[in-house]
């Protein structure tokens, strides 16, 4: 992030002493234009840096939350799936016929 930011104020006073034309530019060899693409190229990604950051410490914070959360979960071997037919009865004397998941933990 701070290489970023380095670069694009060095080339932010590149365009101010371009622009003024009082001084040499430090960079010779670009014209107003390129260090105009070079101030939105490194813009860029400075503001890119600081999105991953947030992102990233976001992230930690959710993962912090979910840790705190699950903290008490039983993690035993006791975890068994059951499927089994099943009958439901309905109005009018009917029946429905169906499987049974049943999970117990």
């Not at 400075?46 to 039983?74: E, K, N, T």
């Amino acid at each position: 992030m701070n290489f970023n930011n380095r670069r694009y104020q060095e080339f932010i006073l590149a365009l101010d002493i371009v622009r003024e034309g009082t001084e040499t530019s430090p960079f010779p060899n670009l014209n107003e234009d390129g260090i105009i693409r070079n101030v939105n190229y490194w813009r860029r990604n400075r503001d890119a840096m600081y999105m991953v950051f947030g992102v990233i410490y976001a992230l930690g914070a959710v993962d912090a939350f979910v840790d705190a959360h699950l903290s008490g979960f039983d993690v035993s071997d006791d975890l068994t799936f059951k499927l089994e037919p099943s009958m439901e009865p309905l109005l009018a004397n009917n029946n429905a016929i169906g499987l049974s998941l049943k999970i117990k933990f």
